[in-house]
């Protein structure tokens, strides 16, 4: 069987790639995975990529109805956990800006270092296109290493590490 490609009958312009990256901000808004995809058009998917963002979606629909979800993400070292919660807690903070969000670790170096992935994240034009009322960094809102407020909203995120064990 052959196929053939539809040619466009003139090249896309800017206004074409904003119409294309505003369709998909709108995709995102509700779908976890159009959010990655637009947040990361490079990432490589497969199937647990795929596989851990349908869970999250649903994670996040059973927390609004108020089913209070528990879920855990188990797999080898650098297979995507870490860069998975980072991108759900952006959506979630995009989608409901009073929520309250906080990432406990085993290293402040972790927490802090995904605290400013978040940091970046909510400040990229296409997060903005997506979800323009999840602002951060104005004046008189906290965003520093340990807790990022969302301006005008009783949302936040804090990252901690459990302290030690008394002895």
């Not at 790639?17 to 990432?43: N, T, V, W």
């Amino acid at each position: 069987m052959m196929t053939t490609k539809k040619r466009l009958e003139r090249p896309l312009d800017e206004r074409d790639l904003e119409l294309l990256i505003e369709a998909a901000a709108a995709k995102a808004r509700d779908s976890f995975a159009a959010y990655r995809r637009l947040m990361h058009p490079g990432m490589r998917r497969g199937w647990w990529i795929d596989e851990v963002d349908e869970n999250l979606q649903q994670f996040y629909t059973d927390l609004v109805g108020g089913r209070r979800p528990k879920l855990a993400l188990m797999a080898p070292p650098q297979i995507g956990k870490s860069s998975a919660a980072t991108d759900f807690v952006s959506w979630v903070a995009g989608k409901n800006p009073d929520a309250k969000t906080i990432f406990a670790s085993y290293s402040e170096d972790l927490g802090v270092r995904t605290n400013g992935e978040i940091q970046r994240m909510l400040k990229q034009p296409r997060y903005a296109i997506a979800f323009a009322d999840t602002k951060i960094g104005l004046p008189g809102w906290q965003c520093n290493a340990n807790l990022i407020e969302y301006a005008n909203h009783v949302g936040s995120f804090r990252n901690t590490t459990p302290s030690p064990a008394c002895s």
